[in-house]
């Protein structure tokens, strides 16, 4: 994610977006799974509507790319739509 902020509402739609799987671990852990790339993001778990922590948001970001599941390029035109479109196969 670049720095600008987001939720954890929205981290999590752009994520799940991305082909990620989500499971609560123990009460206060979010692991995100993405098999394709075995790469897994986890996260404290916090209130949808609360502010992403920048050093969450660089950290995923980083590994995003690098794993390439997405391009920076990408990852920074999906975060200024402001909204994700829906995930090839579900229905609106």
């Not at 739609?13 to 986890?42: C, D, M, N, Q």
């Not at 794993?67 to 829906?86: A, F, I, M, T």
Request: charged residues 30%.
């Amino acid at each position: 994610m670049a720095t600008n902020r987001i939720t954890y509402k929205q981290f999590d739609e752009l994520l799940t977006h991305l082909g990620f799987a989500r499971r609560r671990v123990e009460s206060k852990w979010l692991r995100y799974e993405h098999k394709p790339s075995e790469l897994v993001i986890v996260v404290a778990a916090k209130d949808p509507s609360e502010l992403v922590r920048v050093t969450d948001a660089v950290s995923a970001r980083r590994h995003l790319v690098e794993k390439g599941v997405v391009s920076s390029n990408e990852l920074d035109e999906l975060l200024s739509r402001g909204s994700l479109p829906e995930p090839s196969g579900k229905k609106t």
